[in-house]
């Protein structure tokens, strides 16, 4: 039995999708068609029902699924063993990541990565929340760091720590040693999309303490937001550590304030794959980076390969 053909049903059964299982595996939606068609005359049966447009699988189906994750399994553990110490192959991971990961901690951890697994292929997207945990669930993404978990069957999500937010002005305009959120109300304050956390963080901080706002800004790109700032526009909540990278090249400042922003959830978010540990292993590493121990372990280096 030709396990690639097991592993491309596996994937269709997965993403529930014939299309996005060719994505997923980087070949055309014919060759991926041709390869369960080839598994079903194998087989003796039919695996999946094709009488409508809505995917189902057959009985048969259902029962093989099982067994092609037993398959995988043990493809992968026969490889781990039998290949240890052997050349490492290269790894195509596609990552998506929201702009306050990316200007906080994602480049460093890239270039950490890379240099104890320099064959790694990198495919980067910077989206918001809802865009990359829908991605992760059509298959187009291997891992997701967001500010939402994505949830689903064979999804997994681990927490990581919180961002600190911060307002942030522009050090030769915002010159007060301390501000306080009626200070604040005076100027025009951007934040990220309607209804994001951040956003939804600072109206309730103002609203708690019963401080009308002059003007919100609503803004999905840091670079946007940082320019605007820059310009003096006004103040935006921005993570402090995306901010401390990008006040040593631009004139930024984190604002001392009487109250405290509530801090900015991220989530990495990754499907169970039965062939490869390899998402599995970069989640590690990234907890574990983003931790404090700023490299990777010995077993996510190992799951790389």
Not at 138 to 164: C, N, T, W
Not at 215 to 222: G, K, L, T
Request: aromatic fraction near 6%; charge should be positive; proline fraction near 5%.
């Amino acid at each position: 039995m030709n396990l690639r053909f097991v592993e491309a049903f596996y994937w269709v059964v997965s993403l529930k999708s014939v299309s996005r299982a060719a994505e997923k595996l980087f070949i055309t939606q014919s060759a991926m068609s041709s390869r369960i068609a080839a598994l079903e005359e194998e087989l003796g049966v039919l695996l999946l029902d094709r009488r409508d447009k809505q995917f189902r699988l057959t009985v048969a189906g259902m029962r093989f699924f099982s067994h092609a994750q037993r398959l995988l399994a043990l493809q992968r553990e026969i490889k781990g063993e039998m290949g240890a110490g052997g050349a490492q192959r290269a790894v195509t991971l596609r990552i998506g990541a929201i702009e306050s990961v990316l200007h906080s901690w994602l480049i460093d951890w890239v270039h950490q990565m890379r240099r104890g697994n320099p064959d790694v292929e990198l495919e980067l997207t910077v989206e918001t929340t809802p865009v990359l945990v829908d991605q992760i669930h059509r298959g187009a993404l291997d891992i997701a760091f967001a500010a939402l978990p994505s949830v689903g069957e064979r999804l997994r999500s681990r927490p990581l720590p919180p961002m600190e937010m911060v307002f942030v002005g522009h050090g030769q305009i915002h010159r007060k040693r301390r501000y306080t959120l009626d200070d604040l109300a005076g100027f025009d304050l951007l934040t990220f999309q309607r209804g994001s956390q951040p956003h939804v963080g600072l109206m309730d901080l103002f609203r708690d303490a019963n401080v009308g706002l002059k003007r919100v800004h609503n803004i999905s790109s840091i670079s946007a937001m940082v320019q605007l700032v820059e310009g003096g526009f006004g103040i935006a909540t921005l993570p402090l550590a995306a901010v401390r990278r990008l006040s040593e090249r631009l004139p930024l400042k984190p604002l001392k304030c009487e109250a405290t922003l509530p801090p900015l959830p991220v989530h990495a978010s990754y499907r169970d794959d039965p062939t490869s540990m390899v998402a599995q292993g970069v989640v590690e590493a990234v907890v574990e980076y983003v931790g404090g121990s700023k490299g990777l372990s010995r077993s996510s280096k190992k799951a790389m390969k």
